[in-house]
């Protein structure tokens, strides 16, 4: 129970935030995707910073989750394509929805209901993924 109470906790912060700072905001993502407005690339760089120092300091010291586990990163394997195909497919449904995985929670928390089509098309990506996922490419 503490354990879920940390999380929604967690959970409910990360959603005022992103509310808060209009990375939820549909204008704000047709804005970037224009290239008219830093705001989200402002927010997206200090992200990318602010996790590159989260896992270095992960890296460096001998940290432990919830369960009180040694947290171990292990390395991604190297590709381009893989990288490159996924950033344009993840990019383009971004694009065409107006919305980002994370973001897509906390809109279905502010009561819109049509978030519900993009959870369900995104779950069964997921879904196709885990199932072709070995008869992919390498």
């Given at each position: 129970?503490?354990?879920?109470?940390?999380?929604?906790?967690?959970?409910l912060?990360?959603g005022?935030?992103?509310?808060?700072?209009?990375?939820?905001?549909?204008f704000?993502?047709?804005?970037?995707?224009q290239?008219?407005?830093?705001?989200?690339?402002?927010?997206?760089?200090?992200?990318?910073?602010?996790?590159?120092?989260?896992?270095?300091?992960?890296?460096?010291?001998?940290?432990?989750?919830?369960?009180?586990?040694?947290?171990n990163?292990?390395?991604?394997?190297?590709?381009?394509?893989?990288?490159?195909?996924?950033?344009?497919?993840?990019?383009?449904?971004?694009?065409?929805?107006?919305?980002?995985p994370?973001?897509?929670?906390?809109?279905?928390?502010t009561?819109?209901p049509?978030?519900?089509?993009?959870?369900?098309?995104a779950?069964?990506?997921?879904?196709?993924?885990?199932?072709?996922?070995?008869?992919?490419?390498h």
């Amino acid at each position: 129970m503490k354990q879920f109470l940390s999380f929604f906790v967690i959970g409910l912060f990360l959603g005022i935030l992103f509310i808060k700072s209009e990375v939820a905001s549909w204008f704000r993502i047709y804005e970037m995707f224009q290239f008219k407005s830093f705001h989200m690339y402002g927010i997206i760089g200090s992200a990318i910073a602010l996790g590159i120092i989260a896992v270095k300091f992960l890296k460096s010291t001998e940290a432990k989750d919830f369960s009180g586990k040694e947290i171990n990163i292990t390395p991604k394997e190297k590709g381009f394509t893989r990288y490159i195909v996924g950033g344009i497919i993840f990019g383009l449904g971004w694009a065409l929805a107006g919305a980002c995985p994370g973001p897509m929670y906390v809109l279905l928390g502010t009561a819109l209901p049509s978030i519900l089509v993009l959870i369900l098309g995104a779950l069964l990506g997921t879904f196709l993924y885990g199932v072709l996922k070995d008869k992919l490419p390498h």
